[in-house]
């Protein structure tokens, strides 16, 4: 099976299917997506996430030439009552509303998927929550890349995508493809010189430095810390981690309206 699609594979898809047509697709799946509840949509140009895609997903994954990133905002007022991130009414609205968004969103990536592969590509879905068994707590290929590459925002020192609009407050999902849809620009990073993440973290899961595609994940998240004490957390709580650098970012706390 084909696994890698070169520059002239690329060149050969989108002089067959046509610059116009491809700027109609990707208007219908924009169109599609908001109609399925999605709050933000993008696309990625994969070519400078190569080796991360390698390391993550193996080769079929690194094959994909675009990504499709979907992204779906989390209820306000849930996410405000994280500041009592130890309630068991809060716990259960979080997990609650956790399920509900990812569910949501692999519903919503799926039926994208399939349209583009009705369209004559390939798409392979990323679901929300999708986890590997490598010991590595890393998905088949990271949301936040493919949303930062889009353009969609920029990844924080809380090692979250941030977003212009309702910063780390949303729920991300990914679908692979050789379409060769127009893409966004990556944001430039804004955390200034804030550390709200990195102060309320009481796992210390974060190292404060900047995002840089250059450095592995480590140096700036220690996914393990959080993960250890999410853990603590079950045995007491039950289930879902703190949300706690998802409630503090100034970024996602500004109650912005829809528009
Ligand atoms: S979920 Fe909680 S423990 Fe985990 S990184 Fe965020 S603030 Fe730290
Ligand atoms: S809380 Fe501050 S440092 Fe952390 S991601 Fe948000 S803006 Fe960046």
């Not at 004559?120 to 068994?133: D, E, I, K, Q």
């Not at 796992?203 to 996914?223: C, L, N, Q, V, Y």
């Not at 703190?242 to 970012?249: A, D, I, K, P």
Request: charged share 25%.
């Amino acid at each position: 099976m084909r696994n890698t699609l070169s520059v002239s594979a690329a060149n050969k898809l989108l002089n067959r299917f046509g610059a116009q047509r491809l700027d109609d697709l990707k208007e219908e799946l924009t169109a599609y997506a908001k109609s399925l509840g999605v709050d933000l949509f993008g696309v990625a140009d994969l070519s400078t996430a190569k080796d991360l895609m390698l390391s993550q997903g193996g080769r079929h994954v690194a094959g994909y030439p675009r990504a499709v990133s979907l992204g779906i905002r989390l209820l306000d007022d849930v996410v405000d009552q994280l500041r009592n991130h130890e309630d068991p009414i809060t716990i259960s609205s979080y997990r609650s509303l956790y399920t509900a968004v990812n569910t949501a969103l692999d519903r919503a990536a799926l039926l994208v998927a399939k349209k583009i592969q009705d369209a004559g590509f390939r798409a392979y879905l990323v679901p929300a929550s999708s986890m590997l068994n490598n010991g590595k707590l890393e998905a088949t290929f990271s949301h936040k890349v493919a949303a930062n590459l889009a353009g969609l925002g920029w990844v924080g020192k809380s090692c979250l995508l941030i977003t212009p609009e309702l910063g780390p407050r949303v729920r991300l999902a990914t679908v692979l493809t050789d379409a060769p849809l127009e893409v966004g620009s990556p944001l430039p990073n804004r955390c200034g010189r804030c550390t709200k993440c990195v102060d309320i973290c009481p796992a210390k899961a974060f190292t404060g430095r900047p995002f840089s595609h250059s450095e592995p994940r480590d140096a700036r998240f220690k996914a393990a810390l959080c993960d250890e004490y999410t853990e603590k957390r079950i045995k007491v709580y039950g289930d879902v981690n703190c949300g706690l650098c998802v409630y503090v970012c100034p970024h996602g706390n500004k109650r912005k309206k829809k528009k």
